[in-house]
């Protein structure tokens, strides 16, 4: 985890976006549930059409609340899998497949691979800069302490990484 936060500092918002206007649809949909929600790539690609109820996504023993943009790309890209993203090959995707996808994406969007750990730390920077609380951070992406990313964020801040 912290190895690398070292080598990957947490993304933009502007990044963000790059990577979604660059992204098809599928990239899409795994770049913003990784970013939403803070999940893990295992939590990813065990995600199933069960485990959305209304706007909500149980995660484990946690619920997130899902953004409308979202809830409006989850809907236009379910497909028969019971598994919110699927290959043609499988009904859900491996992880090694969505790391895949997540790097090629960053290589076009931005001249670098991105990470589904990058994404989780990004959303646990975005959140704390913009005030939501530790613990809420923590029930969130479903960690006992975001503390080590705070820690690596603001160490590596002082070697010129910004936001």
């Known amino acids: 985890m912290t190895g690398d936060l070292v080598r990957r500092p947490p993304l933009s918002l502007g990044e963000l976006e790059l990577l979604e206007w660059a992204a098809n649809s599928r990239e899409r949909l795994i770049l913003r549930l990784l970013y939403e929600t803070g999940c893990t790539i295992s939590e990813l690609v065990s995600l199933k059409k069960g485990h959305i109820t209304k706007n909500t996504l149980r995660i484990k023993n946690r619920s997130i609340r899902l953004s ?38 960053g290589k076009r969007a931005l001249g670098t691979s991105v ?17 939501v609380s530790l613990d809420e951070i923590e029930r969130k992406v479903g960690l006992q302490s975001v503390q080590p990313h705070l820690y690596m964020y603001f160490k590596q801040q002082q070697k010129g990484w910004r936001l």
């Open 68 to 105: 409308l943009h979202l809830l409006l790309l989850l809907r236009n890209s379910l497909s028969s899998s019971s598994f919110l993203i699927s290959t043609r090959e499988s009904v859900s995707i491996s992880p090694r497949r969505a790391e895949q996808l997540l790097a090629g994406l």
């Open 115 to 131: 990470t589904p750990s990058q994404l989780r730390t990004t959303r646990i920077i975005h959140d704390f800069l913009n005030h």
